[in-house]
């Protein structure tokens, strides 16, 4: 059964920092990432990390944020600095598995930054 597991959501003033991590059993994964959805809006891409550790950002949270990933320990993280009210929303890991060919979803997590 694969089954990812987040943790480290909450609520931050402006300009503050949050980090986020996310840990999957059950399979072997290659690309893995965070994703967002904001009340009223579509769920959207965050960052992505690609096996050998390249990886890609949307404009929005380009240079205030990071995501980094641990090899051999299905996790992945998402630091997340200069927080901004906008950036308020549920965050949800997604990795896409090798053993079952598809992708899957954590439960998410809440990110609230106040202004």
């Known amino acids: 059964q694969v089954q990812l597991v987040e943790s480290g959501g909450g609520l931050v003033q402006s300009g503050g920092s949050l980090k986020l991590s996310c840990t999957g059993s059950?399979?072997?994964?290659?690309?893995r990432g965070w994703y967002r959805q904001a009340p009223g809006k579509e769920r959207e891409l965050v960052a992505q990390?690609?096996?050998?550790?390249?990886?890609n950002y949307a404009n929005s949270v380009k240079g205030r944020f990071t995501i980094s990933g641990e090899n051999g320990k299905n996790t992945i993280y998402l630091e997340m600095n200069s927080l901004k009210p906008e950036d308020t929303a549920i965050y949800y890991c997604?990795?896409?598995?090798?053993?079952?060919?598809?992708?899957?979803w954590g439960q998410g997590t809440q990110v609230t930054v106040s202004s």
């Open positions: 997604w990795m896409y598995s090798v053993n079952y060919g598809q992708a899957y």
């Open positions: 059950g399979s072997m994964f290659h690309t």
């Open positions: 990390i690609f096996e050998g550790g390249y990886t």
